[in-house]
């Protein structure tokens, strides 16, 4: 085999391919020549912080929210290991609410042919457009879609194990096993979020399986659908709950033309006896729903000329996010909990891997008491 | 004078060695055919590239995003650094011999998906000439 290879900076005519590197046959290469170009660093990384000022009285906070660093080692062309740490609102105290440090990803891989894969360890649950692809300069606004926080649980991240690989044709899938949801974490607002157990002495007396197909052949389309499954009662034995979350997602960019949607529904088996027995064991009714949903659709335009060397875009995102999508028999649906957003903003990139974020939050909900909130963000947002 | 002698001499010195080294480039045959891909937070496109057996193909890779890297799994040396958006891109020139598939995938770690971007290059057998 023969490879020349080159780096051709943007706005250059072509010039001849500065460097050539010849390497042996294929045929009579025994063991692979060392890599010439730079390996990934030992540590990458991102960050972000935010000013969010709600509009009337209430006071604005400036939050450091997120200091990631994401670790990785080839120990050969098989086996490779990627481990991230998050350490969320910059301080964690003992037994104090506010921060949090969490082993985010930590696994092996162990790559045995495109075909099929092997991974095992801390794993990002494959649902959803933002859970397995939330690098700061990548998505536009200063927090995540709301579809991303209270439907899909983001970041939701589980010990387990599975496959990966390519199907062909542009298709790649994913599955794994991994430790169930606590259904008794769940809440009315928030849903599945504070289920998740986050390979924390988890309990595994069922396992959960998800999964992800996607296809990427064309060029700026990404189409994915994913699932999560699972029993989710251990906690209260008596009672046989299940969680069954199905998604699926589109990205797709032509030009300076940005667009994503995304849809997200959540059957809760066994809502009513989950509310009851909860119900019993604290005195307060959680109120699950059986059925949860949230859509979003959003599009961005890339507004700066090529030629100038940072770049800006414009975007809008419309939410539709209900926690209380269908309840059980029974149980009153709270309209506070029926919401939908608009996020208006823009995103300037100084380098395609720092962006400073703007946005104006407008959500709205069915109460005609509770209120529910507004406000302009913005934020500053890195990766390394 | 004698000065004035070397300086000649070594700049035409220096001169015929950019000539030749210049020669030694536009020796290179030109490839016959050049794919474009394009690598994003976590996929290249097109993830899957055909291309016939002993024939000078050129890749032409540029990213939507952050930094990557592109390494053809295997025998070889191939692993270059892809230009972050806007900032160019790298190209690779492959002429493979013995028919096959081979992985290549992103050498620069470049988030959480990292480890899916992935792709095949697919070498045909050269079709016998009658």
């Given at each position: 085999m023969s490879a020349c290879l080159a780096v051709v900076p943007a706005g250059r005519a072509p010039a001849p391919l500065p460097v050539s590197v010849t390497g042996p046959t294929l045929a009579q290469a025994a063991t692979p020549a060392p890599s010439s170009a730079p390996q990934s660093g030992p540590v990458s990384g991102y960050m972000d912080f935010h000013v969010n000022q709600p509009t009337g009285a209430t006071p604005g906070v400036i939050d450091f929210h997120r200091f990631v660093l994401l670790f990785y080692h080839r120990f050969s062309d098989r086996l490779r290991f990627v481990g991230e740490l998050e350490l969320e609102h910059a301080i964690v105290e003992g037994l104090e609410e506010g921060g949090e440090l969490a082993l985010e990803k930590a696994y092996i891989d162990y790559l045995l042919r495109s075909e099929i894969n092997f991974r095992a360890g801390m794993i990002l649950v494959p649902v959803g457009i933002i859970n397995e692809r939330h690098e700061p300069p990548v998505f536009h606004g200063v927090e995540r879609p709301f579809v991303d926080t209270v439907i899909i649980p983001t970041t939701w991240f589980e010990a387990g194990?599975?496959?990966?690989?390519?199907?062909?044709?542009?298709?790649?899938?994913?599955?794994?096993?991994?430790?169930?949801?606590?259904?008794?974490?769940?809440?009315?607002?928030?849903?599945?979020?504070?289920?998740?157990?986050?390979?924390?002495?988890?309990?595994?007396?069922?396992?959960?399986?998800?999964?992800?197909?996607?296809?990427?052949?064309?060029?700026?389309?990404?189409?994915?659908?994913?699932?999560?499954?699972?029993?989710?009662?251990?906690?209260?034995?008596?009672?046989?709950?299940?969680?069954?979350?199905?998604?699926?997602?589109?990205?797709?960019?032509?030009?300076?033309?940005?667009?994503?949607?995304?849809?997200?529904?959540?059957?809760?088996?066994?809502?009513?006896?989950?509310?009851?027995?909860?119900?019993?064991?604290?005195?307060?009714?959680?109120?699950?729903?059986?059925?949860?949903?949230?859509?979003?659709?959003?599009?961005?335009?890339?507004?700066?000329?090529?030629?100038?060397?940072?770049?800006?875009?414009?975007?809008?995102?419309?939410?539709?996010?209900?926690?209380?999508?269908?309840m059980p028999a029974g149980y009153v649906k709270l309209p506070q909990f029926d919401r939908d957003a608009w996020v208006l903003g823009a995103t300037y990139w100084l380098d395609p891997d720092v962006a400073i974020k703007f946005d104006y939050s407008h959500v709205r909900n069915k109460s005609t008491a509770v209120p529910a909130p507004r406000s302009i963000n913005v934020g500053l947002g890195w990766w390394f | 004078m004698k000065r004035r002698l070397l300086r000649v001499a070594v700049v035409l010195a220096c001169v015929a060695l950019m000539a030749v080294s210049l020669r030694g480039h536009q020796d290179q045959p030109a490839p016959a055919k050049v794919v474009h891909v394009v690598a994003e937070r976590f996929s290249f496109t097109p993830s899957e590239i055909s291309i016939d057996a002993e024939t000078r193909v050129e890749l032409r890779i540029s990213s939507e995003d952050t930094t990557h890297g592109f390494r053809l799994i295997g025998p070889g040396a191939i692993n270059v650094e892809i230009p972050r958006r806007g900032r160019g891109e790298a190209r690779v020139v492959v002429q493979i011999a013995e028919p096959g598939d081979y992985v290549f995938e992103c050498s620069k770690l470049c988030g959480a998906g990292h480890g899916f971007m992935r792709g095949k290059l697919r070498v045909r057998a050269k079709a016998a000439t009658p």
């Open positions: 194990a599975g496959i990966h690989g390519s199907a062909g044709r542009g298709f790649r899938y994913r599955i794994y096993a991994m430790a169930p949801l606590d259904a008794t974490a769940f809440t009315a607002g928030e849903g599945l979020r504070d289920g998740a157990q986050h390979g924390s002495e988890a309990v595994v007396r069922n396992v959960a399986v998800t999964g992800r197909l996607e296809y990427v052949a064309v060029r700026g389309l990404q189409l994915g659908v994913s699932f999560w499954r699972g029993n989710t009662g251990f906690n209260v034995p008596t009672i046989h709950t299940t969680v069954g979350l199905y998604e699926f997602d589109a990205r797709f960019t032509r030009g300076r033309l940005e667009t994503r949607a995304q849809h997200a529904r959540v059957f809760i088996g066994g809502a009513a006896d989950l509310n009851a027995a909860i119900t019993r064991n604290t005195g307060v009714n959680p109120n699950v729903a059986e059925q949860l949903q949230g859509t979003y659709l959003e599009a961005a335009y890339r507004i700066l000329p090529s030629r100038f060397p940072h770049d800006a875009a414009l975007f809008a995102r419309y939410e539709n996010f209900d926690t209380q999508f269908r | -």
